[in-house]
């Protein structure tokens, strides 16, 4: 399984982007999908998560700003980022992995994509 995250750039605060992943191979079902992200001198961290049936979950952080969707028929996974601040300065990667996996960062049946930058200047 391979995946390809892009869309990240440098943007304006209060301005908006939208991240894109594709994943492909031989992709493993049942499943999610999740953006995460590393700023600077950070741990990586959840930004959200999606399961194939549409159920998603948001860090408190990007919550009513931040929107993750898929199209299961396409293998994508989308993050829609709105108002967008200096703080969300970090690089987006996105992730596939078993649903019981999700509380973790840790397993052994997800894969990561390489990451994407986003820059958000004041």
């Known amino acids: 399984v391979q995946l390809q995250a892009f869309g990240g750039g440098l943007v304006q605060a209060g301005g908006s982007l939208r991240l894109s992943c594709a994943v492909s191979g031989r992709i493993f079902t049942p499943n999610f999908m999740g953006w995460y992200r590393q700023a600077p001198g950070k741990q990586r961290e959840l930004v959200a998560t999606i399961m194939e049936g549409g159920i998603t979950n948001y860090a408190d952080a990007v919550k009513e700003r931040f929107t993750i969707s898929r199209d299961n028929a396409k293998n994508m996974v989308y993050l829609q980022m709105n108002s967008l601040k200096p703080e969300d300065t970090a690089v987006y990667y996105c992730?596939?992995?078993?649903?019981?996996?999700?509380?973790?960062?840790?397993?052994?049946?997800?894969?990561w994509g390489q990451g994407t930058l986003v820059t958000v200047s004041s």
């Open positions: 992730r596939i992995d078993r649903p019981w996996t999700m509380a973790t960062m840790i397993s052994r049946s997800g894969y």
